[in-house]
């Protein structure tokens, strides 16, 4: 089972990013998905999490209104779209999966799969 991440680059405030993030080796559709992040020197913390079916979503506040979290179950693929981004999320993105989360999509412990990470850089 395998994730790989996509899509971040070197952005003004202000712009726009859309990471993705590729699901094999298993059924996407089994697994809740989230999207987590680690600036330097600090540690890894939640930013969203879709539930399987799509339908429920949750954000960290200081995302909320501005990063909305999607994903296509037919092709295996998760999305985050990040808007008005801001220094403060320049961060590693990192996707993951959990057969496990629930409702607790919150908890790094619960996600089994994580992708490599991508680099998101907002600039003043």
């Known amino acids: 089972v395998q994730l790989q991440a996509s899509g971040g680059g070197l952005v003004q405030a202000g712009g726009s990013l859309r990471l993705s993030c590729a699901f094999s080796g298993d059924i996407f559709a089994y697994r809740t998905m989230g999207w987590f992040r680690q600036a330097p020197g600090k540690e890894r913390e939640f930013v969203a999490a879709i539930s399987r079916s799509g339908t429920s979503t949750d954000y960290v506040d200081s995302v909320k209104g501005r990063f909305t979290i999607s994903r296509d179950n037919s092709k295996g693929m998760g999305y985050l779209q990040m808007n008005s981004l801001k220094p403060e999320d320049t961060a590693v993105y990192y996707c993951?999966?959990?057969?496990?989360?629930?409702?607790?999509?919150?908890?790094?412990?619960?996600?089994?799969?994580w992708g490599q990470g991508t680099l998101v850089t907002v600039s003043s």
């Open positions: 993951a999966a959990s057969v496990s989360a629930g409702r607790q999509t919150t908890i790094k412990s619960l996600y089994d799969v």
